[in-house]
């Protein structure tokens, strides 16, 4: 469903934050939230571990993850804003319960051969997968992804690795003022800007803010619509369980991941509290939708509900508020409403990952690179 008001989708993945560590200031707005662990100082003294072992102690109980969390209308105000004026989905998951590579390349195409993140030691690896900005290109409509060192994370992809589409982040603010960005845009930062451990998680807010702001001055904000994501859990707690629909073969849940926030936010987006069951692979779900591509040929993107539901043409949201000002958050209700229950799983059962999917109809074996030793069958 390709919805014509929508001229311009804006992809945003920062990095390594839970719902419940970044978002404890919705809680008086009935976000499903815990408000009471302890304050994170900012910035992180640590980057916790995080990979597919780190997740599996954590998912068996052997671990807790970092039960702290940041202020967040103090530390992240423009987040906070975005979250209170846009749509929340508050039980989105990262696509899989491990690290950053496999979850970014979910949220550029809905699947990864790997459970880890390559070797800088190595050359980068090259897939021949299909991705929504290959999809785009097929079908005629501009795409860019403005990538961090070395193209990360969409070289990875063959069909995309040395296209001119590929451009340095540092152009995306002046291109997005300039009126440049094409219907499909894709932003991806370098550190400190993407807010990954140890980073003052302030900087990259703020990038964020003047990349938004850059869209708000070019006069898109009307027309576009923003997804802002981050990649994984970063080995910080999440009080959720996450619905077990994908296994690896060792029988360890694999989708989804843990908890990780994601905010809809533009002119014609539908705002509230979601709590809705969602995770990575429906952001290019979504991005399809609005833009009205054909299937992707992943059956795990394919078959998402994606959330262009949340499109309301009719909406005509005011633009946030402008870069470097000060930001008033709505006041919460009174009563402060209860949180939603979790819903029903969407699916019966857990499944077996399935194979990688090629551009030329073949397949690569299920990711299955990080093996583990379960305590139990």
């Not at 919705?26 to 997740?55: M, T």
């Not at 991705?131 to 501009?142: T, Y």
């Not at 989804?256 to 952001?283: E, K, M, Q, T």
């Amino acid at each position: 469903m390709a919805d014509s008001r929508v001229k311009r989708v804006v992809v945003m993945v920062q990095e390594n934050h839970t719902t419940d560590n970044y978002f404890r200031g919705l809680a008086p707005y009935g976000a499903n939230v815990v408000s009471d662990w302890p304050i994170q100082a900012n910035p992180p003294a640590s980057d916790q571990p995080h990979d597919r072992h780190a997740y599996y102690r954590w998912l068996t109980g052997h671990h807790k993850g970092t039960r702290t969390q940041f202020d967040t209308a103090t530390v992240i105000p423009f987040y906070a804003y975005l979250a209170l004026t846009g749509a929340f989905l508050e039980n989105h998951c990262s696509g899989f319960g491990t690290n950053s590579t496999p979850n970014h390349l979910l949220i550029i195409g809905g699947q990864s051969p790997t459970l880890r993140n390559p070797s800088r030691s190595q050359p980068p690896p090259l897939w021949d997968m299909p991705s929504v900005p290959g999809l785009a290109e097929d079908a005629g409509i501009g795409w860019a992804c403005y990538t961090g060192t070395s193209n990360y994370p969409a070289g990875f992809y063959q069909q995309l690795n040395g296209s001119a589409n590929l451009i340095p982040n540092a152009h995306f603010v002046t291109d997005a003022a300039a009126g440049k960005l094409p219907p499909l845009t894709y932003l991806w930062h370098d550190p400190p800007e993407d807010e990954h451990p140890t980073a003052d998680v302030a900087i990259g807010m703020s990038k964020i803010w003047e990349s938004v702001d850059a869209v708000v001055k070019s006069g898109g904000w009307d027309e576009t619509v923003f997804l802002l994501t981050w990649d994984d859990w970063g080995g910080w707690d999440d009080h959720v369980p996450t619905p077990n629909v994908e296994h690896t073969p060792d029988g360890v849940q694999l989708a989804y991941g843990p908890r990780v926030p994601l905010i809809l936010f533009g002119g014609p987006v539908r705002p509230g509290i979601d709590s809705r069951w969602s995770n990575h692979a429906g952001i290019p779900k979504t991005v399809m939708q609005l833009l009205g591509l054909p299937e992707l040929g992943v059956d795990r993107v394919d078959n998402d509900p994606g959330l262009a539901d949340l499109i309301d043409p009719a909406l005509h949201n005011p633009a946030p508020p402008a870069y470097g000002s000060t930001v008033t958050l709505p006041a919460p209700p009174e009563p402060a409403p209860k949180p939603q229950p979790l819903p029903t799983p969407p699916a019966p059962t857990s499944i077996p990952v399935p194979p990688v999917v090629l551009r030329g109809g073949g397949t690569l074996p299920p990711p299955n690179d990080v093996p583990l030793t379960p305590t139990k069958p």
